[in-house]
């Protein structure tokens, strides 16, 4: 088909069907979808309650600080976003329930979760970290990931499906000098995508992950700010820079949308090209 017969075929298209017509062609729109996005006041996951709502989507945002949460809300609206903000400690289950039933109260359901939080107390040696390090992080980064999908997901069920989209790293597949224990827990993110995928695709549920490389974030400035890592780093670039949480927030909106419909227990790695392998 030539470009002058495609152009003729869209006009009649949207003469004829307009409404279908648009549809077809914004495939990413996620307008009518409910999106909880967890530690998403900063960073990658401001960033992905962004993509969401700017594709139509009622995002609801949340982090410990209630000055970060209101912050965060205004910033979305000034962007005309739909949104609901609360304090949320994801390593709480008083928390976690009062997050997915605010969302229910606001929103009257749930399509889709990010699940973004994620904490690392700990920089040095791996065999300096202690036992107390260990539960720390697998407790907030992997098991506090996997119960929110567990509230989430009858609430997607009855919606006739959803996504789930878990943030991980690089460090998953390349574990990062003096952030051992981190690093595991992103691993674990990998295999915890890979375990649900099958089992939710029975509801109609996607489960994907995003590993991103080095971010410009606040939650990564103890790496950008230190030249002789970022210069190891940058040596395994092929593009030369740090990334920006807002191309980490289009992946994820990506994943949630139409255009991924036969994308399941997937990672997506985000690196500037470092190579990752398992």
Not at 153 to 172: L, Y
Request: glycine share 10%; aromatic share 4%; net charge positive.
């Amino acid at each position: 088909m030539n470009g002058r017969v495609m152009l003729k075929s869209v006009f009649r298209c949207l003469r004829t069907n307009p409404v279908s017509c648009q549809r077809n062609m914004s495939q990413s729109s996620l307008a009518g979808k409910v999106a909880i996005i967890t530690a998403s006041t900063d960073g990658i996951g401001l960033a992905a309650a962004q993509a969401l709502g700017k594709r139509g989507a009622h995002v609801v945002v949340s982090s410990r600080r209630q000055a970060n949460v209101d912050k965060a809300v205004a910033l979305l609206q000034s962007q005309s976003i739909t949104v609901t903000g609360t304090t949320c400690n994801v390593g709480k289950e008083e928390d976690r329930e009062k997050l997915v039933q605010l969302t229910l109260d606001q929103c009257g359901g749930i399509d889709i979760l990010v699940s973004n939080a994620a904490v690392n107390p700990f920089f040095g040696n791996i065999m300096d970290s202690t036992e107390d390090v260990w539960d720390k992080i697998l407790s907030v980064n992997v098991t506090s990931a996997f119960l929110m999908t567990k509230l989430v997901v009858p609430h997607m069920t009855k919606r006739g499906g959803g996504n789930v989209v878990f943030v991980s790293s690089v460090a998953g597949y390349q574990p990062m000098q003096a952030l051992g224990p981190y690093s595991v827990s992103k691993t674990a993110l990998l295999g915890l995508t890979r375990a649900l995928a099958p089992e939710l695709a029975q509801s109609n549920i996607r489960v994907n992950c995003v590993a991103p490389g080095v971010i410009k974030t606040k939650f990564s400035s103890a790496l950008t700010g230190n030249e002789d890592i970022m210069d190891e780093f940058k040596k395994q670039l092929s593009i030369k820079r740090v990334g920006e949480p807002e191309e980490i927030g289009g992946v994820i909106a990506f994943l949630c949308s139409e255009d991924a419909s036969y994308i399941t227990g997937e990672t997506i790695t985000v690196t500037g090209g470092i190579g990752c392998r398992l």
